[in-house]
């Protein structure tokens, strides 16, 4: 699979999760890269720590997006911070970085989406209406395929076609996620505690070079990925309260297996052991009836939480001794 895809690729067709053989097809003349996930993760660090010089509030939303707030500040500081970030990613880390600037994270999201390659594009307050209006409703993020055909189905193609809709009339279509999108569409977004406390979800893959046909060549490397992942969110400060394990097979079909936790778990041991255990039942309960191959692997931790204090294992009683 693609994991990302240059901008002179995409102007190819070339998109990020599109299968490496399509892609090479549109691009014979490509250079491919194989994927480095600690190096990734060393600079999302690296990215993070640059960030806090800015805001003590930087929440990681992804591996390679954050958002840093502000506070109440006028848009002409909001903007030169803006190009401060960007003049130091790329002076000190040879990144290049598009930001979006706006009051609220999903609109600052959609801004940074088409800020991209390299921009900055700042969202007055009494601009946010006029600022969506114009875009396509698959802009909006949580916004697939699937709820695209629904509102396409009804006539609403922009997000300014959204805007003039009932909640009660998109309901019908989309249940309660349509009084979300109206919100948004008409410049008051809904952003929940959990999504404002930090990132929900964290994960990270590998896809093989040469699809791998046994449990022994999968269980290496989902415990190395997991590992990597429970070692960064530890030294992010994150608790994490469900594991999960996929695997996009050879044919391309997708399959996976999730656990919620006792006790919300920190460090690279639970999430090592659960993705493991995890990843062995989904590989015996689809090669039951017969070989499979695993092109991609992913591991992710769910219901993440800031870490307050450190939790004790038993190791920790152990190494300490007994103490009344």
Do not use: C
Not at 95 to 112: E, H, M, N, Y
Not at 118 to 131: H, K, M, N, S
Not at 245 to 250: D, F, K, N, S
């Amino acid at each position: 699979m693609v994991l990302s895809a240059s901008y002179e690729a995409r102007r190819h067709g070339v998109k990020s999760a599109m299968p490496a053989q399509a892609a090479a097809r549109l691009a014979p003349e490509a250079t491919w890269l194989p994927p480095d996930f600690p190096k990734y993760e060393r600079t999302a660090s690296e990215v993070r720590t640059l960030l806090s010089r800015f805001s003590p509030e930087v929440i990681p939303l992804s591996i390679d997006e954050a958002a840093v707030v502000l506070g109440a500040v006028p848009s002409s500081e909001a903007r030169r911070v803006a190009e401060e970030i960007q003049r130091h990613l790329r002076t000190e880390l040879n990144l290049p970085a598009s930001l979006g600037v706006a009051t609220s994270r999903i609109v600052a999201k959609i801004a940074t989406d088409r800020a991209k390659p390299g921009g900055i594009i700042l969202v007055e307050p009494t601009d946010v209406v006029a600022f969506l209006a114009p875009l396509p409703v698959r802009a909006i993020p949580g916004v697939g395929p699937k709820t695209e055909v629904l509102l396409e189905s009804i006539g609403v193609r922009t997000i300014g076609e959204l805007a003039r809709y009932r909640s009660r009339d998109l309901e019908r279509v989309l249940g309660s996620f349509a009084r979300d999108l109206i919100s948004l569409a008409r410049g008051a977004p809904h952003e929940s505690r959990e999504v404002e406390s930090g990132p929900r979800i964290r994960s990270t893959d590998r896809t093989f070079e040469r699809d791998a046909t046994s449990w022994e060549e999968i269980a290496p490397a989902l415990s190395s990925m997991a590992e990597q992942l429970g070692t960064s969110l530890g030294k992010e400060g994150y608790r994490y309260g469900a594991v999960g394990v996929a695997y996009r097979w050879g044919d391309f079909s997708r399959s996976q297996r999730g656990r919620v936790l006792r006790a919300a778990a920190e460090g690279p041991g639970p999430v090592r052991d659960a993705a493991v255990r995890l990843g062995r039942e989904l590989w015996e309960r689809a090669t039951a009836s017969g070989a499979r191959s695993v092109r991609t692997v992913s591991v992710r931790t769910e219901r993440l939480l800031p870490r307050s204090q450190r939790q004790a294992s038993l190791d920790d009683f152990e190494r300490a001794g007994a103490v009344n």
